[in-house]
Structures are given as C-alpha cells and as structure tokens.
C-alpha cells in the first residue's frame, strides 16, 4: 500500500499487533449517561406498572336513538280519507284538541236518516197513545155503548109481542082477526128476538175480553213503536260516536313534535300512527342491544355508566355526553320479528342523559358505550389471553 494514499494516514504500528491492542484504554460511557439511561428503565418499569394496575371500562356498544322521555303518539281510531290536519310540527296543544278530521259525509247521512226516522216516529207514538186514550174511555164501538139497556128493552118488546100473539091467534079462530095481523106479529117476534140475541151479544162482548183486548194491543202498539225510537236513538247515539271518532284529538296536553306526510284525501288505515305529542320533559336514550350482548349488561341491575355520540353532531373531537342506564327490557323488543331468527332479537335499553357537551336532536341516532366494568388492566389483559386460550 502506498503510503501517501489517504488510509495510510489513519494508521497506527502500535495497534497493529495484540499486544498493543491490549494497551488500548477501556470505552466508558460518561457518568450522566449512565443515570439517564438508569432513570428511563425505572420511569419504564414504573409506567408500566402503573398502566398494568390502572383500572379499565370494559364497555360493550350498542346503537340507539335520542327521543322525548315522556311522549304520546296519537293513532287514527278508524280508517278512512283524511279530510283536514289543523296543526303543525311544533305547536302548542291541549287534552282533547282536534288534531285532524277524517271524511264523515257517509256518517253524517246515517245521521240525517236516523233523525228523519225519529221524526216520523213520533207523530205515530202520538197517534197510539190517543188510541189508547179513546179506548180506555170507550172500549166498545160506539154502537154497543148502550148494549145493556138495549137488552132490556129488546126482552120487553118480545114479552108484549109473545103475550099478544096467543090473544090475536084466539080472535083469529074466533073470526075477529085476520090471517095477516097473525103473521105480521110473529114476524116482529121473529125480529125482536133476532134483536135481543144480537144485544145480547153485545152486552157479552162489552162485559167480556174484548175491551181489555182492544185496549192491551193499543198498548202493545205503543210499546213498539216507542221500542222502535229507543233503538232509533241508540243508532243515533252509536252514529254521533262514530262522527266523534273521525275526530283525531289530543290524548294530553303538549307539543306536536311530528306529524306523519299525510295529505287530504289520503286514505288512512285504523291504527296508523298521525302525530308523536310530548308533554316537553326532557329527552332520554333508547339505545337497543343485541341478546349476545344484553346480559352483559345484567337485566334488572341498571346504574351503568354510559358513553355515547350523537351523529348530529359533526365534531368528531367532542367530548362523549354522558348517562345512566335506568332500565333494561326483560324480552326482546315487540317491533323485532320473531320469524328471523334467534340471533335477531334485541332489547330495548332506557338510559337517562345526565351530561352532554352540545344541544342533543330529538330523533338523532347515536352509538353508545355501555361500560359493563371497571378493572385493572393487568386482570383484563391476562383475563381475555387465557379466555382466548
């Protein structure tokens, strides 16, 4: 090698053999270094220590919904055509307010028919209640008023007859009457018995059933045709109850938070939820967990802490609000279809907002932490590793 190349000028005879390699002076590293590195081990050691001992949230998620704590949705009592809706979103209303009207010309008719019936109903109860009337005070036709008088009379002109006519039979043989005075008094005797039989008969009749009778069916017509008008005001009443049940109204006092998209002339099904009315006390969280999941949250022991976020909100930097799980269904949500399958199950979740950094919407979605337990971390870690195992 040259000497004058530029490696050449680094180099030592000394350090070339063992020996003076051995004669080199130990590397140490300055005392400050040493401590530093000594303290950076033990600050190690200690945080992660204190990150192992530290406790941690064990949380499970669930997806929910912000709404109204206490809140009434207002259902059409019967199907039909929506004829009006008289509010809108946000108004003020009062217990029994109309809210909306549904068509009631078919029921308006049938009242209007049923009034018209009733109407012609009455003059005839008037008409049987004067027949009753006229019957209590004469029960007979007016032709057998006097039938026990007319009897009397009538037995004494067939005496007289019957006692003449053996008297003018004696002159008729004595040859002092003739063959056609004979004959004309036994057809007068004839008559006045045909007389006596029939006001006989009369007189029976007047003193028998049939002025009862005439009088019972007078009354019995009465009684239906006032039978007839009870019902007719019945139909009345049921008709006038239906035209109210067109009537869409307030079940409380409160505010109209939602209204369904229903127009006029829209035809509405019995059942269908119209308008959502809150009586403006705060909203809660319904939040709506998975059964692989709920019983983490153990049903019946409510009080867990719970984080969410609202998706309203598009700080993704804000703080979580904050709340209280306050109840958890015992059974599965009735709105899940049960023809699914198991795994489709899920159970509601009511959990009271206790803080929240910015103005929560009412209908605004969230997903939400439910912290289940707080434990160190050594414990959660080594826990799930032999959980895994």
Known sequence: ??????????????????AGCEALRPVTPPQWLQTGFLLTLLAAVALAIAVLASNMDEFVTASGVVRPAVFTLVFAR???????????DGMVVKKGEVLGRMDDWEVQKQIGKIKGDIEQAKPEVELAQATVRKIEAAPVPPEFL?????????????????????????????????????????????????????????????????????KEEAAARERVIESWIKSLERNLAEAQEDLRRLEIVAPESGTILATARRYPGEKINAGDALFKVTQNSGVDLRLYATEDRVNLIAPGQPGQLVR????????????LARGRVIA????????????????????????????????????ATVQAEIVIARRPFWQLLFMKSANAK
């Open 146 to 214: 006097f039938s026990g008088l007319e009897v009397e009379r009538q037995q004494e002109v067939r005496d007289i007859q019957q006692d003449y006519f053996p008297r003018l039979t004696a002159l008729q043989r004595a040859g002092s009457a003739s063959g056609t005075e004979v004959l004309n008094v036994r057809l007068q005797i004839i008559a006045s018995e045909a007389l006596l039989k029939r006001s006989q008969q009369a007189n029976d009749l007047m003193r028998g059933g049939y002025g009862t009778a005439a």
């Open 308 to 319: 969410f976020r609202a998706n309203n909100n598009p700080d993704r930097l804000a703080p």
């Open 1 to 18: 090698m040259n000497k004058d190349s530029p490696a050449s000028l680094f180099r030592n005879p000394r350090f070339e053999s063992p």
């Open 328 to 363: 958890v269904a015992s059974d599965r949500d009735l709105e899940a279809d049960p023809d699914a399958g198991q795994n489709q199950g899920v159970y509601r979740v009511t959990v009271a907002i206790e803080n929240t950094p910015y103005q929560l919407a009412v209908g």
């Open 78 to 88: 019967t199907g039909g055509i929506l004829q009006s809706v008289s509010v809108t």
